[in-house]
């Protein structure tokens, strides 16, 4: 796992804008926390993206063997809930080895009276 990539968090990223600025960021080299509470749709797009990029690495002008993939990381996160919040920041950080996020994109709705 690449240390020294940009990691970034997207709430609200299993669908519709979220997943784009994931993709976007994803696409630009970052590590990305996929945060949301849509556990079958984060996972089953992250693995679309990760046949993907396995795809466009065994191609013939793919990047060297000793740069490493950059991550897509899942992790169930209720915005509703702080210790959610935590628990997904504390885990995002600890799978990318870094301290400080570059990024936090909070693209997230939620239902119910106000």
Partial sequence: MATSRLACIVTGSARGI??????????????VCVADVDKKSAEAWISELQEKQKAGSNS??????????????????????????KQCVSTAASKFRRRVLQSQQHRCSLAGST
């Fill in 18 to 31: 979220g997943r784009q600025i994931a993709a976007h960021f994803f696409s630009k080299g970052y590590n």
């Fill in 60 to 85: 013939a002008d793919s990047k060297s063997e000793s740069q490493p993939d950059n991550v897509l990381l899942f992790v169930e996160t209720d915005v509703s809930s702080e210790e959610s919040v």
